[in-house]
């Protein structure tokens, strides 16, 4: 499961937003914070979706390097030998199920409506690839899918914002880290 979460215009002094993401190995009975991390944009974003869209491709490329981690651990070779260094969305076939969850429906409608010239301008200005994204959690229905989440029950939300005791709390519960109840 990759959560991400992203706060527009979130430093007051030059605008920038900050994106974070947690990566968690997920089944029956296990719950693990596998990964995380935040990064700040080095541009600003002109809306929140923008914003999102940043965190959820930051998100996604440090997913593919825990899935090709855990499908080597399971002995899943044919994931983890992509073409001589080439790494194609497509091409994998195999291994476990991934999840995207994000807290911006208007994300998660960029992300599937890939060729709308409406955010054509962010591979230009932001570096993100809405095709690529496109293919990564919406051209495999069988091994990826995208879904809405409240931001309150996102843990990356930790990672984009200056928190209060109670949500941080919240928060640090939800990663795993402390009991949840330590500040």
Known sequence: ?????ASHAGNRDDRLSTAGYAIYLEGPRTNVLISWGSKKLSTVALS?????????QH????AIYAKLMIDALRGDISSVLPRFGSYDVSEQTKGIKEVLQVDAQAAIKAIRNANSTKLRHVRRTLGISLGWLHRKWCNRPDEARMEHRVGTELSADAMTKNLSKGPL???KG???IGGGTDV
Request: net charge negative; glycine share 12%; charged share 15%.
């Open 48 to 56: 929140s979706c923008e914003s999102e869209l940043f965190g959820v």
């Open 59 to 62: 998100g996604s490329k440090h």
């Open 1 to 5: 499961v990759v959560q991400t979460d």
């Open 169 to 171: 709390a919240h928060l």
């Open 174 to 176: 939800l990663l795993g």
